[in-house]
């Protein structure tokens, strides 16, 4: 059913040309092509499909050597459309249902204030101080009406539009990645069991990561493990709607933020079975779970032939925690002792232990001031992450000790030079 919007003409004009180039791309591309996104990008509408063909090369096919995007590469990345209207998906209700919450009509006032919100005039140039500032007082407006704001809020929520403000010249200054998530931002400020209801429901329709990620964040923190049943039921038809191919462009990074963020033995689970389709992903995420509870996981990759590609990779992120989990250095320590770690695994540990530290999610500042920053785009899976150096913690010397123990329980000559490349450049860093 066709919903009315509340957008100016100059947004409908502007979504019009989106969504007809949306249809051109969703129609034109191959199956199985991935398109290039902006590595780690925020907000609902960085999800979306880019304006622009993926740079060539990023990456071999087989992805079996992760090579860093040149700075050409990094240049030529597209920018995230302006208007975005996501694909729905039909809202399930699963685990605990939803609030028994009374449909009820916006009022006149509440919708004017959304439609102050959406009306955004881009014809006069970018975004001047002034205009964010009354945005941002008619968003807090729209917040100080409580639980009366939020049928307005659920209303527009339904119409299943976006604005991605990055693709705003001026749009860094209201303060809020996208019009979407600065909405559910208010739901989360409102709070009441009238904003929980209509996140619930965005969270069994939408079909954007980064808005899950959003939406399982902050019902998390104000109903802790309440509603996780339902992020898992989304993250698991959203990764599968990916694996078909029904998502082209989207980045799914965000949804393994949050199983790591989870980290409960569902998450864990989940993990690993995702780990065939989305090998960074979903090893990048086993190695980020509070208490290490990841680590028998990654063994359990190490340890066997079929895992593949992933072996290696497993093998470099063990040795990454190895300085704050001890669990991961024994692990590492087995492996060797017992000759089963092979030659061109002893690479990978070196770099784990001293060398790039690879991270799942947004690199931290601005990409030109972050010294040996890389970005890393994965063709399979849309996957993008980050690498920096190793730095000089309290983690060194335990590093070292790691390294001390490596040595001496291997005489592999692969393993000895890439563990004695490992202990000099730990020790240049004390």
């Known amino acids: 059913m066709q919903r009315q919007s509340s957008f100016s003409k100059p947004i409908l004009a502007v979504a019009g040309l989106a969504v007809l180039a949306i249809v051109v791309a969703w129609f034109g591309a191959k199956p199985g092509r991935d398109q290039t996104r902006l590595p780690g990008a925020n907000g609902s509408a960085a999800d979306a499909p880019a304006s622009a063909a993926t ?66 005039d881009f014809n ?16 807090q407006t729209l917040v100080s009406q409580g639980a009366g704001g939020v049928p307005a809020i659920r209303e527009f929520l339904e119409q299943n539009q976006e604005l991605n403000f990055s693709a705003i010249g001026g749009g860094e200054q209201l303060g809020q990645s996208s019009l979407r998530s600065a909405m559910i931002n208010a739901l989360a400020q409102i709070g009441g069991q009238e904003a929980t209801g209509v996140m619930l429901q965005t969270l069994q329709s939408t079909t954007l990561p980064s808005e899950i990620a959003q939406l399982a964040q902050v019902l998390e923190q104000q109903t802790p493990g309440q509603y996780r049943q339902e992020t898992m039921t ?21 949804l393994f933020k949050v199983l790591q963020n989870y980290g409960d033995p569902g998450s864990v689970s989940a993990l690993e079975q995702l780990a065939p389709e989305w090998r960074y992903y979903a090893t990048l995420s086993l190695a980020g779970l509070q208490g290490a509870a990841g680590v028998p996981g990654l063994v359990r990759d190490v340890q066997d032939p079929a895992a593949a590609g992933r072996r290696d990779f497993a093998y470099q992120m063990l040795a990454q925690i190895a300085g704050q ?12 002792r017992a000759n ?29 001031t972050l010294p040996g920053l890389k ?49 000099e450049t730990l020790t240049a860093k004390k």
């Open 124 to 139: 006069r140039g970018p975004i001047t101080k002034e205009q964010a500032e009354q945005w941002k007082q008619g968003l």
């Open 234 to 254: 989304a993250i698991e038809e959203i990764l599968g709607m990916a694996g078909k191919g029904q998502l082209e462009g989207y980045d799914v990074g965000p």
């Open 55 to 120: 740079p060539p090369n990023q990456s071999s096919p087989d992805d079996s050597e992760l090579r860093p995007q040149s700075e050409a590469e990094r240049a030529k990345l597209s920018k995230p459309l302006l208007s975005v209207q996501p694909i729905s998906r039909a809202a399930k209700p699963a685990g605990t249902p939803p609030p028994a919450i009374a449909r009820t009509e916006p009022s006149a006032y509440t919708r004017q204030l959304v439609a102050g919100l959406t009306n955004l």
């Open 375 to 423: 970005t890393y785009h994965i063709q399979n899976g849309n996957q993008n992450f980050y690498s920096l150096p190793v730095a000089a913690d309290a983690q060194t010397e335990q590093r070292l000790a790691l390294v001390n123990q490596l040595l001496s329980g291997t005489s592999n000559p692969a393993a000895v030079a890439a563990l004695q490349w490992a202990r």
């Open 340 to 368: 089963q770690i092979p030659d061109n695994a002893w690479k990978k540990i070196a770099t784990g232990l001293a060398g790039d530290q690879y991270q799942l999610g947004t690199p931290p500042g601005d990409f030109t």
């Open 325 to 336: 989990s001890p669990d991961a250095g024994a692990a590492l320590l087995e492996q060797a």
